[in-house]
């Protein structure tokens, strides 16, 4: 009797440590994938940035062609 008490609270205890163990690893996998999902954001961010300023740019340096066309 005092047999099966024993292996059932091991069992117990194993199967515990083994659940908190794959949360633990879930876990940390979850945190690097977000990790790394940040980067490509932020990567995808700044091209959308610079996009922006180019196409300022664009605006103004076609405004000065046009001056110029209209002067000459």
Known sequence: M?????????????SGIGSLCGIVISSKLTNYRIEQLEK??????????RTFVLEEQMKVANHRITDLEKGA
């Open 2 to 14: 005092s047999e099966n008490i024993i292996v059932a609270l091991i069992t117990l205890f194993g």
């Open 40 to 49: 490509k954001v932020e990567k995808h961010n700044t091209v959308i940035e």
